[in-house]
Protein backbone atom coordinates (compact mmCIF):
# COMPACT_ATOMS: atom_id res chain seq x y z
CA UNK A 1 0.00 0.00 0.00
CA UNK A 2 2.92 2.14 0.51
CA UNK A 3 4.42 1.67 -2.66
CA UNK A 4 0.81 3.73 -3.68
CA UNK A 5 1.12 6.93 -2.22
CA UNK A 6 3.21 9.48 -3.73
CA UNK A 7 6.14 9.21 -1.80
CA UNK A 8 7.08 6.49 -2.95
CA UNK A 9 7.68 7.91 -6.87
CA UNK A 10 10.95 8.74 -5.79
CA UNK A 11 14.20 7.06 -3.61
CA UNK A 12 14.95 10.57 -2.37
CA UNK A 13 10.85 11.45 -1.06
CA UNK A 14 11.04 7.53 0.28
CA UNK A 15 14.22 8.25 1.92
CA UNK A 16 13.21 11.46 3.64
CA UNK A 17 9.78 10.23 3.96
CA UNK A 18 11.24 7.18 6.01
CA UNK A 19 13.95 8.42 8.02
CA UNK A 20 11.96 11.44 9.18
CA UNK A 21 9.41 8.84 10.48
CA UNK A 22 11.66 6.47 12.51
CA UNK A 23 13.37 9.87 14.25
CA UNK A 24 10.19 11.17 14.73
CA UNK A 25 8.96 7.77 16.36
CA UNK A 26 12.11 7.73 18.35
CA UNK A 27 11.89 10.85 19.67
CA UNK A 28 8.15 10.07 20.90
CA UNK A 29 9.35 6.57 22.87
CA UNK A 30 12.20 8.42 24.82
CA UNK A 31 9.85 11.43 25.71
CA UNK A 32 7.93 8.98 27.14
CA UNK A 33 10.58 6.87 28.69
CA UNK A 34 12.14 10.17 29.72
CA UNK A 35 8.47 11.24 31.86
CA UNK A 36 9.14 8.41 33.94
CA UNK A 37 12.77 8.83 35.18
CA UNK A 38 13.97 12.58 34.93
CA UNK A 39 13.94 12.79 38.40
CA UNK A 40 17.58 10.59 38.49
CA UNK A 41 19.02 13.14 35.32
CA UNK A 42 18.84 16.48 37.21
CA UNK A 43 17.48 17.92 34.40
CA UNK A 44 15.26 20.51 35.36
CA UNK A 45 11.61 20.38 36.49
CA UNK A 46 10.36 22.94 33.64
CA UNK A 47 12.86 21.43 31.67
CA UNK A 48 12.03 17.84 31.83
CA UNK A 49 7.90 18.72 31.76
CA UNK A 50 8.02 20.60 28.56
CA UNK A 51 10.03 17.57 26.61
CA UNK A 52 8.23 14.56 28.24
CA UNK A 53 4.50 16.39 27.92
CA UNK A 54 3.93 19.10 24.98
CA UNK A 55 7.51 17.76 22.88
CA UNK A 56 6.13 14.72 23.32
CA UNK A 57 2.69 15.09 21.77
CA UNK A 58 3.92 17.68 19.29
CA UNK A 59 6.43 14.71 18.42
CA UNK A 60 2.99 12.65 17.96
CA UNK A 61 1.39 14.94 15.97
CA UNK A 62 4.78 15.72 13.76
CA UNK A 63 4.18 11.60 12.70
CA UNK A 64 0.72 12.55 11.57
CA UNK A 65 1.65 15.47 9.25
CA UNK A 66 4.74 13.24 7.74
CA UNK A 67 1.73 10.71 6.74
CA UNK A 68 -0.19 13.27 5.77
CA UNK A 69 2.06 14.74 3.54
CA UNK A 70 2.44 11.76 2.01
CA UNK A 71 -0.68 11.71 0.37
CA UNK A 72 -0.54 14.87 -1.47
CA UNK A 73 -0.69 14.69 -4.72
CA UNK A 74 2.54 15.14 -6.90
CA UNK A 75 1.17 17.51 -9.26
CA UNK A 76 0.80 20.19 -6.18
CA UNK A 77 2.29 23.55 -8.06
CA UNK A 78 4.38 24.27 -5.89
CA UNK A 79 6.88 26.36 -8.25
CA UNK A 80 5.01 28.86 -9.19
CA UNK A 81 3.95 29.02 -5.10
CA UNK A 82 7.40 29.07 -3.97
CA UNK A 83 7.89 31.47 -6.63
CA UNK A 84 5.32 34.20 -5.28
CA UNK A 85 6.84 33.78 -1.78
CA UNK A 86 10.56 34.61 -3.48
CA UNK A 87 9.09 37.62 -5.49
CA UNK A 88 7.31 38.67 -2.61
CA UNK A 89 8.76 38.38 0.75
CA UNK A 90 7.82 41.41 2.10
CA UNK A 91 3.58 41.10 1.60
CA UNK A 92 4.56 37.86 3.08
CA UNK A 93 6.43 39.17 6.57
CA UNK A 94 3.52 41.37 6.77
CA UNK A 95 1.17 38.92 7.15
CA UNK A 96 2.75 36.97 9.26
CA UNK A 97 3.41 39.94 11.43
CA UNK A 98 -0.26 40.29 11.92
CA UNK A 99 -0.54 36.88 12.75
CA UNK A 100 2.03 37.03 15.17
CA UNK A 101 0.95 40.12 16.80
CA UNK A 102 -2.78 38.20 17.37
CA UNK A 103 -0.94 35.17 18.62
CA UNK A 104 1.29 37.47 20.99
CA UNK A 105 -2.74 39.17 22.42
CA UNK A 106 -4.48 35.61 22.19
CA UNK A 107 -1.88 33.08 22.58
CA UNK A 108 0.58 34.67 24.81
CA UNK A 109 -1.79 36.95 26.41
CA UNK A 110 0.81 39.81 26.82
CA UNK A 111 2.53 38.06 29.89
CA UNK A 112 6.10 37.20 30.34
CA UNK A 113 6.15 33.96 32.26
CA UNK A 114 9.92 33.23 32.63
CA UNK A 115 12.09 36.00 34.46
CA UNK A 116 13.90 35.86 31.03
CA UNK A 117 11.44 37.29 29.82
CA UNK A 118 10.32 39.69 32.54
CA UNK A 119 13.73 41.34 33.13
CA UNK A 120 14.05 42.87 29.58
CA UNK A 121 10.76 44.14 29.54
CA UNK A 122 10.97 45.76 33.29
CA UNK A 123 13.93 47.61 32.09
CA UNK A 124 12.17 48.38 28.85
CA UNK A 125 9.93 50.66 31.24
CA UNK A 126 12.86 52.02 33.05
CA UNK A 127 13.86 53.18 29.96
CA UNK A 128 10.75 54.20 28.56
CA UNK A 129 10.17 56.67 31.46
CA UNK A 130 13.48 58.03 30.64
CA UNK A 131 15.20 56.23 33.42
CA UNK A 132 18.52 53.79 34.14
CA UNK A 133 16.87 52.05 37.01
CA UNK A 134 13.99 51.33 38.64
CA UNK A 135 12.57 52.89 42.22
CA UNK A 136 11.35 50.34 44.67
CA UNK A 137 11.17 51.24 48.70
CA UNK A 138 15.01 49.96 50.04
CA UNK A 139 12.73 48.14 52.90
CA UNK A 140 10.64 46.34 50.72
CA UNK A 141 13.52 45.38 47.95
CA UNK A 142 13.33 41.91 49.46
CA UNK A 143 9.60 41.31 49.31
CA UNK A 144 9.42 42.90 45.62
CA UNK A 145 12.15 40.63 44.27
CA UNK A 146 12.52 36.79 45.21
CA UNK A 147 15.96 36.30 47.00
CA UNK A 148 16.87 33.47 44.14
CA UNK A 149 16.01 36.33 41.28
CA UNK A 150 18.57 38.69 42.67
CA UNK A 151 21.60 38.80 41.44
CA UNK A 152 20.62 36.58 38.64
CA UNK A 153 17.83 38.66 36.89
CA UNK A 154 17.36 41.93 38.80
CA UNK A 155 20.17 43.37 40.35
CA UNK A 156 19.04 46.09 43.02
CA UNK A 157 20.29 48.04 45.96
CA UNK A 158 19.12 47.08 49.54
CA UNK A 159 20.35 50.92 50.69
CA UNK A 160 18.53 52.92 47.87
CA UNK A 161 15.97 50.53 46.52
CA UNK A 162 17.15 51.22 42.61
CA UNK A 163 16.56 48.29 40.65
CA UNK A 164 17.87 47.43 37.11
CA UNK A 165 17.70 43.89 34.84
CA UNK A 166 21.14 41.96 35.68
CA UNK A 167 21.25 40.96 31.17
CA UNK A 168 22.81 43.42 29.08
CA UNK A 169 20.43 45.73 27.86
CA UNK A 170 20.13 45.52 23.76
CA UNK A 171 17.11 43.58 23.88
CA UNK A 172 15.24 46.04 26.71
CA UNK A 173 16.28 49.15 24.21
CA UNK A 174 14.85 47.20 21.46
CA UNK A 175 12.09 46.88 23.36
CA UNK A 176 11.76 50.50 24.45
CA UNK A 177 9.61 52.07 22.08
CA UNK A 178 7.06 49.52 21.96
CA UNK A 179 7.08 49.72 26.06
CA UNK A 180 6.70 53.48 25.06
CA UNK A 181 3.57 53.46 22.96
CA UNK A 182 1.94 50.77 25.11
CA UNK A 183 2.63 47.78 22.81
CA UNK A 184 5.27 45.81 24.22
CA UNK A 185 4.48 42.77 22.60
CA UNK A 186 4.45 44.00 18.79
CA UNK A 187 7.88 44.17 19.26
CA UNK A 188 9.55 40.33 18.52
CA UNK A 189 6.57 39.97 16.03
CA UNK A 190 8.37 42.98 13.85
CA UNK A 191 11.87 41.62 14.44
CA UNK A 192 10.23 37.70 13.48
CA UNK A 193 8.81 39.53 10.16
CA UNK A 194 12.14 41.31 9.53
CA UNK A 195 14.03 38.06 10.08
CA UNK A 196 12.14 36.57 7.25
CA UNK A 197 13.20 39.26 5.14
CA UNK A 198 16.97 38.65 6.12
CA UNK A 199 16.47 35.20 5.17
CA UNK A 200 15.17 35.45 2.27
CA UNK A 201 18.20 37.73 1.12
CA UNK A 202 20.92 34.96 2.39
CA UNK A 203 18.80 32.63 0.70
CA UNK A 204 18.92 34.82 -2.65
CA UNK A 205 22.79 35.53 -2.23
CA UNK A 206 23.83 31.88 -1.38
CA UNK A 207 21.65 30.01 -3.89
CA UNK A 208 20.65 32.55 -6.64
CA UNK A 209 17.31 31.30 -7.28
CA UNK A 210 13.74 32.92 -5.80
CA UNK A 211 12.04 29.33 -5.61
CA UNK A 212 15.04 28.47 -3.38
CA UNK A 213 14.65 31.86 -1.32
CA UNK A 214 10.78 31.07 -0.88
CA UNK A 215 11.36 27.35 0.31
CA UNK A 216 13.57 29.20 2.90
CA UNK A 217 11.32 31.38 3.57
CA UNK A 218 8.53 29.13 4.06
CA UNK A 219 10.25 26.56 5.93
CA UNK A 220 11.02 29.20 8.73
CA UNK A 221 7.66 30.12 8.81
CA UNK A 222 5.82 27.21 8.69
CA UNK A 223 8.02 25.78 11.79
CA UNK A 224 6.77 26.46 15.25
CA UNK A 225 9.51 27.54 16.98
CA UNK A 226 9.80 30.68 14.71
CA UNK A 227 5.87 31.18 16.19
CA UNK A 228 6.15 30.37 19.43
CA UNK A 229 9.17 32.56 19.68
CA UNK A 230 7.47 35.41 17.93
CA UNK A 231 4.96 35.80 20.04
CA UNK A 232 6.78 35.41 23.57
CA UNK A 233 9.02 37.84 25.06
CA UNK A 234 12.41 36.37 24.74
CA UNK A 235 15.08 37.60 22.93
CA UNK A 236 15.44 35.18 20.67
CA UNK A 237 14.23 36.81 17.76
CA UNK A 238 16.61 39.46 17.87
CA UNK A 239 19.24 37.46 18.07
CA UNK A 240 17.66 35.65 15.22
CA UNK A 241 17.62 38.39 12.96
CA UNK A 242 21.25 40.17 14.18
CA UNK A 243 22.73 37.33 13.51
CA UNK A 244 21.06 36.86 9.72
CA UNK A 245 22.20 40.57 8.97
CA UNK A 246 25.77 39.93 10.23
CA UNK A 247 25.88 37.27 7.93
CA UNK A 248 24.50 39.36 5.12
CA UNK A 249 27.13 41.85 5.43
CA UNK A 250 29.83 39.55 5.63
CA UNK A 251 29.07 37.65 2.83
CA UNK A 252 31.07 40.23 0.70
CA UNK A 253 32.26 42.45 2.69
CA UNK A 254 33.92 45.85 2.17
CA UNK A 255 35.13 48.19 4.51
CA UNK A 256 31.75 49.67 5.15
CA UNK A 257 29.72 46.87 5.42
CA UNK A 258 32.33 45.56 7.76
CA UNK A 259 31.54 48.94 9.73
CA UNK A 260 27.87 47.84 9.82
CA UNK A 261 28.45 44.74 10.51
CA UNK A 262 30.14 45.56 13.52
CA UNK A 263 27.70 48.00 14.47
CA UNK A 264 25.35 45.20 14.16
CA UNK A 265 27.43 43.00 16.16
CA UNK A 266 27.63 44.83 19.18
CA UNK A 267 24.09 44.73 19.51
CA UNK A 268 23.89 41.40 19.17
CA UNK A 269 26.54 40.54 21.72
CA UNK A 270 24.38 43.03 24.01
CA UNK A 271 21.12 41.92 23.34
CA UNK A 272 21.15 39.94 26.74
CA UNK A 273 24.28 37.92 27.22
CA UNK A 274 27.63 37.81 25.02
CA UNK A 275 27.79 33.46 23.93
CA UNK A 276 24.88 33.26 21.89
CA UNK A 277 26.69 36.20 19.34
CA UNK A 278 30.20 35.10 20.04
CA UNK A 279 30.32 31.42 18.77
CA UNK A 280 28.39 32.82 15.70
CA UNK A 281 30.37 35.31 14.53
CA UNK A 282 34.06 33.76 15.15
CA UNK A 283 33.54 31.55 11.97
CA UNK A 284 33.04 34.89 10.22
CA UNK A 285 35.47 37.01 11.60
CA UNK A 286 38.30 33.68 11.04
CA UNK A 287 36.82 33.77 6.90
CA UNK A 288 36.94 37.79 7.01
CA UNK A 289 41.08 37.32 7.72
CA UNK A 290 41.51 35.56 5.12
CA UNK A 291 40.84 38.11 2.63
CA UNK A 292 43.28 39.94 0.09
CA UNK A 293 42.30 43.37 2.46
CA UNK A 294 41.46 41.58 6.05
CA UNK A 295 43.70 44.52 7.94
CA UNK A 296 41.25 46.59 6.92
CA UNK A 297 38.04 44.65 7.05
CA UNK A 298 38.75 43.79 10.49
CA UNK A 299 39.85 47.44 11.32
CA UNK A 300 36.11 48.21 10.41
CA UNK A 301 34.63 45.36 11.89
CA UNK A 302 36.47 45.88 15.20
CA UNK A 303 35.99 49.98 14.83
CA UNK A 304 32.23 49.18 14.49
CA UNK A 305 32.12 46.57 17.67
CA UNK A 306 33.73 49.05 19.74
CA UNK A 307 31.44 52.01 20.73
CA UNK A 308 28.48 50.10 21.67
CA UNK A 309 30.43 47.31 23.49
CA UNK A 310 31.79 49.48 25.57
CA UNK A 311 28.63 51.72 26.41
CA UNK A 312 26.11 48.76 26.69
CA UNK A 313 28.18 46.17 27.56
CA UNK A 314 31.10 47.19 29.64
CA UNK A 315 29.21 50.57 30.78
CA UNK A 316 26.04 48.86 31.70
CA UNK A 317 28.29 45.85 33.20
CA UNK A 318 29.80 48.17 35.45
CA UNK A 319 26.45 50.76 35.88
CA UNK A 320 23.76 47.23 37.08
CA UNK A 321 26.82 45.51 38.97
CA UNK A 322 27.08 48.08 40.99
CA UNK A 323 23.82 48.32 42.13
CA UNK A 324 23.73 45.46 44.54
CA UNK A 325 26.93 47.73 46.34
CA UNK A 326 25.08 51.14 46.91
CA UNK A 327 25.35 52.15 50.08
CA UNK A 328 28.12 49.81 51.37
CA UNK A 329 31.16 50.15 52.76
CA UNK A 330 34.24 50.91 50.06
CA UNK A 331 35.87 47.15 50.97
CA UNK A 332 32.89 45.71 50.39
CA UNK A 333 32.14 47.97 47.03
CA UNK A 334 35.37 47.46 45.95
CA UNK A 335 35.16 44.07 45.33
CA UNK A 336 32.51 44.39 43.21
CA UNK A 337 34.45 43.90 39.72
CA UNK A 338 36.27 40.98 41.61
CA UNK A 339 32.86 39.21 42.35
CA UNK A 340 31.34 39.77 39.03
CA UNK A 341 34.54 38.21 37.37
CA UNK A 342 33.42 35.11 39.20
CA UNK A 343 30.31 34.93 38.13
CA UNK A 344 31.01 34.75 34.70
CA UNK A 345 34.43 32.39 35.25
CA UNK A 346 31.84 29.91 37.27
CA UNK A 347 29.07 30.19 34.03
CA UNK A 348 31.32 27.59 32.41
CA UNK A 349 32.44 23.97 33.06
CA UNK A 350 33.15 21.09 31.44
CA UNK A 351 29.86 19.48 30.58
CA UNK A 352 28.79 16.07 32.42
CA UNK A 353 26.26 13.40 32.02
CA UNK A 354 23.37 15.51 33.00
CA UNK A 355 24.60 18.13 30.46
CA UNK A 356 25.17 15.90 27.78
CA UNK A 357 21.51 14.42 28.08
CA UNK A 358 20.17 17.93 28.03
CA UNK A 359 22.39 18.58 25.20
CA UNK A 360 20.55 15.27 23.53
CA UNK A 361 17.36 16.77 24.45
CA UNK A 362 17.62 19.72 23.01
CA UNK A 363 18.52 18.32 19.27
CA UNK A 364 14.96 16.21 19.92
CA UNK A 365 13.47 19.62 20.67
CA UNK A 366 14.86 21.50 17.50
CA UNK A 367 13.56 18.48 15.50
CA UNK A 368 10.20 18.49 16.61
CA UNK A 369 9.68 22.36 17.06
CA UNK A 370 10.56 22.21 12.69
CA UNK A 371 9.28 21.38 9.71
CA UNK A 372 9.34 17.59 9.54
CA UNK A 373 12.20 16.30 7.26
CA UNK A 374 13.84 19.62 7.22
CA UNK A 375 16.60 18.81 9.49
CA UNK A 376 17.68 15.68 7.60
CA UNK A 377 17.73 17.74 4.19
CA UNK A 378 19.78 20.33 6.12
CA UNK A 379 22.51 17.63 6.24
CA UNK A 380 22.17 16.71 2.83
CA UNK A 381 22.28 20.90 1.74
CA UNK A 382 25.02 20.99 4.08
CA UNK A 383 27.13 18.17 2.24
CA UNK A 384 25.87 19.53 -1.70
CA UNK A 385 27.04 22.73 -0.64
CA UNK A 386 30.08 21.91 0.74
CA UNK A 387 32.38 23.76 -1.25
CA UNK A 388 30.37 27.20 -1.29
CA UNK A 389 32.17 29.27 1.34
CA UNK A 390 28.84 31.22 3.05
CA UNK A 391 27.49 27.88 3.44
CA UNK A 392 30.59 26.58 5.01
CA UNK A 393 30.74 29.73 7.21
CA UNK A 394 26.96 29.18 8.39
CA UNK A 395 27.68 25.51 9.28
CA UNK A 396 30.95 25.97 11.21
CA UNK A 397 28.90 28.84 13.24
CA UNK A 398 25.67 26.11 14.06
CA UNK A 399 28.65 23.65 14.95
CA UNK A 400 30.20 26.68 17.48
CA UNK A 401 27.04 27.41 19.20
CA UNK A 402 26.36 23.53 19.78
CA UNK A 403 29.95 22.71 20.76
CA UNK A 404 29.79 25.96 22.44
CA UNK A 405 27.05 25.67 24.57
CA UNK A 406 28.08 22.19 25.86
CA UNK A 407 30.36 24.09 28.30
CA UNK A 408 27.33 25.96 29.65
CA UNK A 409 26.12 23.97 32.78
CA UNK A 410 22.77 23.99 33.05
CA UNK A 411 19.32 23.69 30.87
CA UNK A 412 17.89 25.96 29.43
CA UNK A 413 14.87 25.79 31.85
CA UNK A 414 11.77 27.10 29.81
CA UNK A 415 11.48 27.70 26.32
CA UNK A 416 10.15 27.11 23.04
CA UNK A 417 12.63 25.07 21.03
CA UNK A 418 15.71 24.73 21.71
CA UNK A 419 16.67 28.83 23.01
CA UNK A 420 20.06 28.01 22.96
CA UNK A 421 20.14 27.50 19.27
CA UNK A 422 18.49 30.03 18.11
CA UNK A 423 20.30 32.38 17.27
CA UNK A 424 22.16 30.00 14.77
CA UNK A 425 18.72 28.23 13.61
CA UNK A 426 18.52 30.37 10.28
CA UNK A 427 21.24 27.70 8.79
CA UNK A 428 18.41 24.90 8.98
CA UNK A 429 15.88 26.64 6.52
CA UNK A 430 18.44 27.91 4.31
CA UNK A 431 20.56 24.46 4.05
CA UNK A 432 17.47 22.36 3.26
CA UNK A 433 15.93 24.86 1.16
CA UNK A 434 20.02 24.83 -0.65
CA UNK A 435 19.09 20.36 -0.69
CA UNK A 436 17.09 21.49 -3.22
CA UNK A 437 18.46 24.35 -5.25
CA UNK A 438 20.08 24.08 -8.54
CA UNK A 439 23.05 22.24 -7.67
CA UNK A 440 27.03 23.03 -8.07
CA UNK A 441 28.84 21.33 -10.44
CA UNK A 442 28.72 17.61 -11.07
CA UNK A 443 25.53 17.44 -8.56
CA UNK A 444 22.60 16.19 -9.76
CA UNK A 445 19.47 18.56 -9.91
CA UNK A 446 16.68 19.32 -8.04
CA UNK A 447 14.52 16.60 -6.91
CA UNK A 448 10.87 18.19 -7.69
CA UNK A 449 8.74 15.04 -6.19
CA UNK A 450 10.57 15.78 -2.98
CA UNK A 451 10.30 19.00 -2.99
CA UNK A 452 6.75 18.46 -3.49
CA UNK A 453 6.95 16.96 -0.45
CA UNK A 454 8.51 19.15 1.50
CA UNK A 455 6.28 21.81 0.40
CA UNK A 456 3.32 19.67 1.57
CA UNK A 457 5.05 18.64 5.37
CA UNK A 458 5.79 22.76 5.81
CA UNK A 459 1.75 23.69 4.73
CA UNK A 460 0.81 21.01 7.15
CA UNK A 461 2.80 22.38 9.78
CA UNK A 462 1.84 26.02 9.09
CA UNK A 463 -1.57 25.38 9.69
CA UNK A 464 -1.77 21.77 12.06
CA UNK A 465 1.90 22.61 13.50
CA UNK A 466 1.25 25.71 14.82
CA UNK A 467 -2.72 25.15 16.28
CA UNK A 468 -0.76 22.77 18.09
CA UNK A 469 1.28 25.01 19.80
CA UNK A 470 -0.62 27.45 20.11
CA UNK A 471 -3.19 25.74 22.25
CA UNK A 472 -0.50 23.94 24.34
CA UNK A 473 1.52 27.45 25.01
CA UNK A 474 -2.34 28.86 26.20
CA UNK A 475 -3.01 26.45 28.17
CA UNK A 476 0.75 27.08 29.87
CA UNK A 477 0.32 30.99 30.01
CA UNK A 478 -3.26 30.57 31.47
CA UNK A 479 -1.85 27.86 34.41
CA UNK A 480 0.50 30.30 35.06
CA UNK A 481 -1.94 33.52 35.24
CA UNK A 482 -3.85 31.18 37.75
CA UNK A 483 -0.75 30.84 40.50
CA UNK A 484 -2.02 34.44 42.49
CA UNK A 485 -5.28 34.62 44.85
CA UNK A 486 -8.61 34.51 42.40
CA UNK A 487 -9.76 38.04 43.17
CA UNK A 488 -12.03 39.32 41.27
CA UNK A 489 -12.03 42.99 42.71
CA UNK A 490 -10.10 45.88 40.17
CA UNK A 491 -9.04 48.34 43.09
CA UNK A 492 -5.61 49.42 43.54
CA UNK A 493 -4.56 46.44 45.84
CA UNK A 494 -1.29 44.76 47.46
CA UNK A 495 -1.50 41.14 46.28
CA UNK A 496 0.88 38.63 48.72
CA UNK A 497 1.94 35.45 47.30
CA UNK A 498 2.30 32.15 48.91
CA UNK A 499 5.70 31.25 48.59
CA UNK A 500 4.54 27.73 48.77
CA UNK A 501 2.02 27.49 45.66
CA UNK A 502 5.18 29.73 43.59
CA UNK A 503 6.90 28.76 40.95
CA UNK A 504 9.94 30.62 40.03
CA UNK A 505 8.72 32.46 37.58
CA UNK A 506 8.01 36.10 37.96
CA UNK A 507 6.32 38.68 40.73
CA UNK A 508 5.77 41.14 37.85
CA UNK A 509 5.75 45.18 39.65
CA UNK A 510 6.12 48.63 37.55
CA UNK A 511 9.73 49.92 38.36
CA UNK A 512 8.14 52.45 40.59
CA UNK A 513 4.94 50.12 41.84
CA UNK A 514 3.14 52.71 39.10
CA UNK A 515 -0.99 50.95 38.78
CA UNK A 516 -3.63 49.17 40.22
CA UNK A 517 -1.79 45.91 41.94
CA UNK A 518 1.55 45.78 43.92
CA UNK A 519 3.25 42.19 44.42
CA UNK A 520 4.67 40.26 46.65
CA UNK A 521 6.12 37.05 48.27
CA UNK A 522 4.98 36.59 51.55
CA UNK A 523 7.35 35.69 54.17
CA UNK A 524 4.75 34.43 57.08
CA UNK A 525 1.30 35.36 58.23
CA UNK A 526 2.84 37.70 60.89
CA UNK A 527 5.57 39.46 58.89
CA UNK A 528 3.14 39.52 55.61
CA UNK A 529 0.53 41.54 58.27
CA UNK A 530 3.12 43.38 60.02
CA UNK A 531 4.71 45.15 56.93
CA UNK A 532 1.30 46.21 55.21
CA UNK A 533 0.47 47.68 58.65
CA UNK A 534 3.90 49.13 58.65
CA UNK A 535 4.23 50.46 55.16
CA UNK A 536 0.71 50.14 53.87
CA UNK A 537 -1.54 51.44 56.91
CA UNK A 538 -4.54 52.33 54.73
CA UNK A 539 -5.13 49.02 53.62
CA UNK A 540 -7.10 45.65 55.31
CA UNK A 541 -6.85 42.09 54.35
CA UNK A 542 -9.84 41.30 51.79
CA UNK A 543 -9.38 37.95 50.56
CA UNK A 544 -6.90 34.98 50.88
CA UNK A 545 -7.11 31.43 49.32
CA UNK A 546 -4.15 28.87 48.58
CA UNK A 547 -2.24 31.25 46.46
CA UNK A 548 -2.08 34.36 48.76
CA UNK A 549 -4.00 37.16 49.94
CA UNK A 550 -5.30 40.81 48.59
CA UNK A 551 -5.26 43.54 50.71
CA UNK A 552 -7.02 46.64 49.72
CA UNK A 553 -8.97 49.88 51.05
CA UNK A 554 -12.03 48.07 49.93
CA UNK A 555 -14.27 46.78 52.93
CA UNK A 556 -14.33 43.07 52.94
CA UNK A 557 -17.18 41.04 52.26
CA UNK A 558 -15.63 38.53 54.37
CA UNK A 559 -12.49 36.86 54.46
CA UNK A 560 -12.84 34.34 52.38
CA UNK A 561 -10.51 30.82 51.69
CA UNK A 562 -11.42 28.45 48.92
CA UNK A 563 -10.06 27.09 45.65
CA UNK A 564 -10.30 28.14 42.55
Known sequence: MLAELPVARSVATRAVFFGTACITAAIV???KTLEFSHAATRLSPIFAYLFTNLDYVGAAWELLIVLAAACVPERFPVRSFLGWIGRNPWPVAGAVCIMLGFGALLVYRNHAPTMDEFAPLFQSEVFAAGHLAGQFPPALVDWLIPSEHQKQFLLASHATGR????????????????????????????????????????????????????????LTVASPVFFANGISYYSMPAHLLANCVFALLLIDPTPRRALAAGVVGSVALTLHNPLPHMLFALPWILATSRRQNAASLIGCLVAGYTPLCLLLGVGWFGFAGG????????????????????RIGSAFSFPDSS?????????????????????????VGAWKWRHDPTCRTLIAAAV?????????????????????????????????????????VNMQPNNPPLRTYLVACALLT????????????????????QHTPAYAGTEHRVI???????????????????????RMVGQGPRSDAAVMHQYFPGLSL???????????????????????
Open 163 to 218: VASAYWPSFALLLTPFTFLGIPWACNPVLSALTLVAIHRLALRIFADQETAGLAVL
Open 462 to 481: LTLGWGLRAVQIRDFISSDL
Open 323 to 342: LPHEGASAAIAGAAPQGGLA
Open 29 to 31: WWA
Open 542 to 564: VYTDRYGSVWSAAAPAGITSRPR
Open 400 to 440: ATLAGFLLVPVDQGHGWGFRYFHSVWMVLPLLAAGALARAP
Open 355 to 379: ILLARLVGLAKIWVWAVPGMLILAL
Open 496 to 518: IINPASRSLEPVPNDPWLRGDII
